[in-house]
């Protein structure tokens, strides 16, 4: 079975900096996608950057980027020019293309700072 | 608006008692799930639907019952058997379609607290 670790319960940064969340998932599949989420107080779970597994090329959406390291099994979220909007937990996820059964990580708790 | 509601956001039940928690869809998506979460820890899958009238346990599925009769509606109840309830269910769909296993949208949640 599909295992996805974080490793950093907690992490801060100061506002306008940037910031790197680590993820690492275990598979011996070739075909997957990988998928970060933000849950912010709210609760609200909110898709935040997805990357197909056969796409060399890192995923980018505004301030948000991948660092995709298929053989290394490693997935980091960056965070750019950091917001206090940006204050949540983060979910790394993975989801095989057999099937929908997407496994998440425990999760990264963000905090940022003015 | 398309999108996930799940009712109500809080719920109160006392120890024995069988509680149904709502999920409706209105996104067209074939595929929906549910998902525990406690603090410190991520989500755990409890069912999930890939389409109408069928359903498969996921990791966590004793002591909870599912049924998909409609397409938009996947609603979960949480048992007596069920040891330790209290926790935040998450409802989430996609589209299921096995050329686009795309991200899975999240209702707002439902908080259960058995006492």
């Known amino acids: 079975a599909q295992t996805v670790t974080q490793s950093q319960p907690e992490m801060s940064v100061q506002e306008a900096e940037t910031v790197t969340l680590s993820c690492t998932y275990d598979t011996s599949e070739n075909n997957y996608y990988l998928f970060w989420y933000k849950q912010p107080p709210s609760r609200q779970m909110i898709l935040v950057i997805r990357q197909e597994a056969y796409k060399q090329q890192n995923a980018t959406e505004n301030r948000f980027s991948v660092n995709f390291q298929k053989a290394a099994k490693s997935f980091s979220l960056k965070i750019s020019d950091s917001q206090l909007g940006d204050t949540a937990m983060y979910f790394c996820?993975?989801?095989?293309?057999?099937?929908?059964?997407?496994?998440f990580g425990a999760g990264t708790r963000l905090t940022v700072k003015p | 608006d398309g999108g996930i509601t799940q009712s109500p956001k809080y719920l109160f039940r006392k120890e024995g008692q069988n509680v149904t928690l709502s999920c409706e869809q209105n996104l067209n998506h074939d595929a929906m799930y549910w998902y525990r979460q406690d603090p410190g820890q991520g989500l755990r899958l409890i069912y999930y639907?890939?389409?109408?009238?069928?359903?498969q346990k996921g990791d966590i599925a004793e002591g909870y019952s599912v049924s998909r009769e409609k397409k938009e509606s996947f609603p979960l109840t949480v048992t007596s058997a069920q040891k330790n309830p209290t926790a935040f269910y998450l409802c989430?769909?996609?589209?299921?379609?096995?050329?686009?296993?795309?991200?899975?949208?999240f209702g707002p949640g439902t908080r259960l607290t058995v006492t």
């Open positions: 996820a993975f989801m095989s293309y057999n099937n929908n059964d997407m496994r």
């Open positions: 639907s890939q389409i109408v009238n069928d359903f």
């Open positions: 989430a769909s996609s589209t299921g379609n096995s050329h686009l296993r795309y991200e899975q949208y």
